[in-house]
Structures are given as C-alpha cells and as structure tokens.
C-alpha cells in the first residue's frame, strides 16, 4: 500500500506537469483532460478480478467552463463509454455499432442502468467469471464453480503478499474472511450490496430477502451474454478449431503497391488487415528503416524503396513487398 501511494504521489507529479504545459500554452481552457486508472490496486482479489477492487477505478475529468471544479457524477460508466463520449464531445455522429454511452455534451442518451465485467483466462489458468453491477448491488456468476479462487498463476504467485497469504493458508491461521480465497470451490452466484458491504464478503446470493434482486440482476448478465454473443462459454478447444482448422494458420494476403501522382498507395485483400511500411533509398540503416503504419497515400523520391507486409492478429504476416520507383 505504501509503494501504491508512492506511485500516486509521483503520477500526480507528472500530470502536474502536462497541466502546466496546457497552461503555457494557452490551451488549458480549449481542452478536455480525461485522467483515469486501466485496473483497480494491484493487490489479490484486486487487479484482474471483477469485483470493485479491480474494476472501480478512478476517472477524472477536467473541462473548463462545463463541469464545475471538484463536482462529482455519480454515473455508471465503463471504458467502452469513453470512445463516444470523445466523439459527442467532438460533435461526431456515434456509430450505431459501438455499445458504449455517451456520458458528457450534449443529446446524452438515457444513463446507464448496468455496467458489466468478465474474466476469462488469466496466463496459464482458466476461468469463466461474468458480473454485472448497478449503482448498488453486484452480481456475479461462476461458470466454473468447480475451480477454486486461489488458482497459482506464476505472475500472481510473486507478489510477496500473496506468497504470504498462501503461507498462511496452508498454516491453518486464516480466520472468517481471511479463508473465503482458499475455498476448494466457489458458490455458482454471489451477489453483494456495496452500500454496506464495500470489500464484497457477505454474499446474499442465498437469502430470500434479495431475492428479487438475484433475479432482476441475473437476468440483466443473460441478456449481456446474449447481446454480446459471449463466447467464453465456448471450449477453448472448439473456438481454436473455429479459427484454425486443423490447427493450421491463415496468412494475410500480399499487399498490392500502386502508383499515381506521385504517390504510394498500398491495399490489402485480407479484411481487417493493418499494413506496415517503410520507404527510403537504403532500408537498413537510418530514420527510412522504420516501420509506419499505412493510412494514406503518401510521397516519395526517385530511387526510393518501398517495402510493405499485411498483418492481421490471428494471422500469419504477409511476405514482404518490395517495388523500387525509378
């Protein structure tokens, strides 16, 4: 905890100064500064799990003249909101198939009643957790209840605080919610109110008082699962034979290199592709032997080189194409 407020300290420092470069600048009151976490602390139970500690994280966001010094909203708001939000801010049409919210300009759209989570496989374990939350109760179901929470996974297992929660696990020595992590299983759904529960321990998936809300918030994770098209349901195996039957990998297509008006164009049949290139008279050495990413035309000298290869994740890269202007 201490190297976590260290490393908060520090950020504050460097943010500080970005701030302070908006300022001497003149752009400070012309600019939108979106500040926020990618996970909660990394700590167990925290970073990588769907519970607040790992999905709560912080979002800040300063703009000068629309949102009053210190305010806070209350909204519910995922990573997926951000890319249409910028876009609203921008005055840019959202696309019908982004499934994020705008949550600040205007013609905001009705605010979020959900937010969701998944955790699927972390390295080399395996695991299929779904949550859904809103602004006070947090469902979670467990699709392999089989499997326990404390699964070792190398990365995990180096953290000294973890190695001395197992070494107090296997002494016998942890008591009440200190033990919960090191059941040999866990429950199929666990459900929390974090108004009074902020560290999510008492599950209430079990108690008839809530029962409603189990069933108003389970069926809220069906309709994500099927709205989303969820695969983490399906085998590993099966999903790896769907991508590469027989285990054999598909190659990008070669990109094709035009020329006209005196410019590059480079275009790739294999859908979805990204193509790197680069052009210069000597493609080993020098700033002309680095690889840019293509999204447009663009110019070049008598006698220049140009190399381009397609890449696709999930594919092989193409082979390199080489086409020398004279």
């Excluded at 012309?30 to 799990?49: A, E, I, N, Q, Y």
């Excluded at 998936?205 to 029962?211: M, N, S, V």
Aim: net charge negative; hydrophobic share 35%.
């Amino acid at each position: 905890m201490a190297n976590l407020y260290d490393n908060v300290t520090f950020t504050d420092k460097l943010i500080g100064g970005i701030l302070k470069d908006l300022d001497d600048d003149g752009l400070a009151d012309k600019t939108v500064v979106f500040f926020w976490g990618d996970h909660g602390r990394g700590l167990p139970r925290s970073k990588r799990w769907i519970y607040d500690s790992g999905t709560h994280t912080p979002l800040i966001i300063r703009w000068p003249g629309k949102l009053q010094p210190l305010s806070v909203n209350d909204a519910l708001v995922a990573f997926l909101d951000f890319a249409p939000t910028l876009l609203n801010l921008a005055g840019v049409e959202i696309p019908k198939y982004m499934q994020g919210r705008a949550f600040l300009g205007e013609n905001l759209g009705p605010p979020r009643e959900y937010v969701y989570a998944a955790r699927d496989r972390m390295d080399e374990a395996l695991d299929i957790i779904r949550g859904v939350r809103d602004k006070r109760f947090h469902y979670i179901r467990n699709y392999r209840p089989d499997l326990p929470y404390a699964q070792h996974i190398a990365y995990m297992d180096e953290m000294p605080t973890m190695q001395e929660w197992r070494r107090l696990a296997a002494a016998g020595e942890l008591k009440g919610a200190q033990a919960i992590f090191f059941r040999p299983t866990k429950p199929v759904e666990e459900l929390y109110d974090t108004e009074v529960d902020q560290h999510e321990i008492n599950n209430l998936a079990d108690d008839p008082k809530y029962a409603d809300v189990l069933k108003r918030l389970r069926a809220a994770h069906e309709k994500w699962r099927e709205d989303t098209n969820d695969l983490g349901l399906i085998p590993e195996a099966e999903l790896n034979e769907q991508r590469r039957p027989g285990g054999k990998w598909s190659t990008a297509a070669d990109p094709e290199i035009t020329i006209s008006d005196g410019k590059a164009t480079i275009r790739c049949s294999t859908e979805g592709a990204s193509i790197a290139y680069r052009v210069g008279k000597d493609l080993a050495t020098g700033e002309s032997g680095r690889w840019l990413l293509y999204s447009q035309p663009f110019p070049f000298s008598p006698g220049d080189t140009i190399q381009c290869k397609a890449c696709r994740l999930g594919y092989r890269d193409s082979q390199i194409v080489n086409q020398r202007i004279q």
